[in-house]
């Protein structure tokens, strides 16, 4: 049986990164076999572009030329480490996938969504995640848990936690616009409770989809 794809998604500082990797330790320990990946990355394309993309000491890319290394990065994790590991078998977990480009570049960048939906669809072959966890919460909250993160380890903010407050307001607000229209693949959850309540929601969650 192929595997399934599970997507953690959100605004900034919603611990995505945390709850993808204890979610992935938990279906090891339960026997099952884990790729744990992240976007962009997980090959050395995406690395590349990643380390492009949070870069706020360089110039920035265009909007158009943003959503196109974040599509490079994908369609190249999608072919090379996704699919050969659902085909085989494993559960994939993913830190963001194809939501983010949608809501960071369709409503945060204000693209036009259709043709970033289409873009979209073409760098992932049409894959769709099983279940995605969107970790939402405040996002002047969210933008502090970052910040504190980041200082914590020695590191400064990215090109991306540096944009303005209402870019980060639409980007929320798209997510959660995504929610409505998609109800059975999303599962929302409040990221501000404690973090053994939402590995727990988390897991269960991920259960049920992996029996159905």
Not at 92 to 116: E, H, M, P, W
Request: aromatic share 6%; proline share 5%.
């Amino acid at each position: 049986m192929p595997g399934k794809l599970f997507t953690f998604e959100g605004p900034e500082g919603g611990g995505k990164s945390t709850h993808a990797a204890a979610l992935a330790q938990r279906l090891r320990g339960a026997g099952h076999a884990v790729k744990l990946t992240r976007e962009p990355g997980g090959t050395w394309l995406g690395e590349s572009v990643r380390s492009i993309l949070k870069d706020h000491q360089q110039p920035p890319p265009t909007p158009v030329a943003e959503l196109m290394l974040f599509l490079a990065a994908r369609s190249q994790l999608v072919d090379e480490v996704i699919r050969p590991a659902l085909a085989g078998g494993a559960h994939v977990i993913c830190d963001r996938f194809a939501d983010s480009t949608t809501v960071y570049q369709g409503y945060g960048r204000r693209l036009d969504k259709a043709q970033v939906r289409d873009l979209n669809q073409l760098a992932t072959g049409s894959l769709t995640p099983d279940l995605t966890f969107l970790l939402d919460l405040d996002v002047k909250a969210g933008l502090l848990r970052a910040q504190l993160r980041q200082n914590a380890a020695g590191r400064g903010t990215d090109r991306i936690e540096h944009e303005a407050l209402e870019f980060h307001e639409r980007v929320r607000q798209g997510y959660l616009e995504l929610a409505r229209q998609e109800p059975r693949r999303f599962k929302v959850l409040d990221a501000t409770r404690s973090p053994a309540e939402l590995q727990q929601a988390v897991w269960e969650a991920a259960q049920y989809a992996i029996q159905s």
